[in-house]
RNA sequence: ACAGGUUGUCGGACAGCUGCGCCGCGGAAAGUAAGAUUCGUGGGUGAGGAAAGUCCGGGCUUCAUGGAAACAAGGUACCAGAUAACGUCUGGCUGGAGCAAUCCAAGUGAAAGUACCACAGAAAAUUACCGCUUAUGAAACAAGUUUUGAUAAGUAAGGUUGAAAAGGCGGGGUAAGAGCCCACCGCAAAAGCAGUAAUGUUUUUGGCAAAGGCAAACCAUACCUGAAGCAAGACCAAAUUAGGAGGGCUUUGUUUUUUUAUGCAAAGUUACAUGGUGCGUUUCCACACCGCUCCAGAGGUAGGUCGCGAUGAGCUGCUUAGUGAUAGGCAGUCAAGAUGAAUAGCUGUCGCCUGAGAGGGAACAGAACCCGGCUUACAGACAACCUGUCAAA
RNA sequence: GGAGAGAUGGCAGAGUGGUCGAAUGCGGUUGACUCGAAAUCAAUUGUGCUCUUUAAUCCGGGCACCUAGGGUUCAAAUCCCUAUCUCUCCG
């Protein structure tokens, strides 16, 4: 399945008003259909907020959300939905294994929610 | 050896697997308004000394027609030099801190003017309240080199207040006093000498009415500055809406029963002199543009390309000149270029710190057009030179 | 990325360099009114350190504090510089 990037503003907004909402220690997600999206695709975007630290912290953040993103997504993913992955303020420096526990956690329970 | 100072360098190293951006190379399909896109690769390359703060200075871009003058607004302020430029840097001067190496300083002008200096105090700026002194005439009795108060004059020694009260200290002098006079110190001016200069120094002179502070109060003097910023800006340009080879306006004629309105036809835009506009304001000179207005051409939104990194005040090494900042020469070299924004995940070995060991720790911090500085943050490591104390020779 | 503004008591918010710990309002505390409460009226009320006193407080005296650190000044919430934080605007 291909992932793509989301990159407007107003997409980040219609997935915080439409969309479910996980909350892990690690990270939040965000989740909503996107019908537009190619069949076999769906869209990921990250945020990470000025209050979880400065500007290395903020990458570092997206950074190891990107690297926990490419390795489930493949296997967890739905197609035709957008995610929106807000990093917290452990986001940076917690365990890289405990990262991508909170996802699959996370996942799951969307695409649970979504199926009923 | 210990303590300290200055300058400079570094900011863990190597390897493996999985992945990312850009560049190069090789292919694939489709054909767009424009840009595209996609697959592969034992290919190359991929954050900092502060990338930060945005406090200064430039390049670059757009706007402004060019020049001159004045004003406004803002900035800088010992002297000389460096530089593309600077509020930066270098060398020196003066003042201050330190035993010293060395460090620190918005360090022009209060003998042009204005304002302010609360409370206290006689007085906060052409000071006479108390005091001191002399003279005059009056009163008292102790009958004097007396005392008391009054008037006129002199005085800046003494007094209280305050952050600050008109050179300091000592001696002479005087009715009492006073740079009134003298010595020493401070200050100022002139001349000589040293220095490019700031300034230093020597001599002479002045008596200090050159009478307080404040210019990070206004201000004065000298010098500098057009404004905004890559979200600058240049180019390509869908979709949608509106319009479509013209329309509105004014005048005249004509049509319909009259006015309005509408249609049709024709003409017009006041006119070669004056006015307006031209990016802080005004003036002058020159120059350009405009001439009732709307629409089309065009402009330009979404989106895209460029700006954007291989030519730059570039980087590295050697060398020449200079006390130095820096400048010149020679040789080599091209080293991130993204745009919801690339460096990540996992693992191993070695080195550093801590711990008996297992183990734990490793700072400040992430390019966003680019350079020169300043400021701020920062675990630690190294090098060179210098100073002080102690020890040894 | 760029441009600008601000920070004062528990909260909001004034404050010419001088009698400023700082106006005013809200809030808190105490009292009055009431059977009790609300409303109203009156008074009072910052924090820290330190001294004195005490069994321990209260009261009283001194010092410091207007985001933080320097500087100018006799004197700074106010003027100048640096930093930190907050907010606004520019596609």
């Not at 537009?36 to 400065?54: E, L, N, R």
Request: hydrophobic share 40%.
């Amino acid at each position: 399945m291909e992932i793509l990037t989301l990159k407007k503003r107003k997409d980040f907004l219609r997935v915080a008003g439409k969309g479910e909402r996980v909350i892990t220690s690690t990270l939040v997600l965000q989740a909503a259909q996107t019908l537009s999206a190619p069949t076999d695709a769906s869209y990921v975007g990250y945020t990470t907020t000025k209050k979880i630290g400065k500007a290395h912290i903020r990458n570092r953040a997206r950074r190891r959300m990107r690297a926990a993103v490419r390795l489930l997504f493949p296997s967890l993913a739905q197609p035709q939905m957008s995610y929106v992955l807000i990093g917290r303020y452990n986001t940076a420096d917690c365990a890289f294994s405990k990262l991508c526990k909170d996802l699959t956690y996370a996942l799951k329970k969307i695409s649970a929610q979504s199926t009923e």
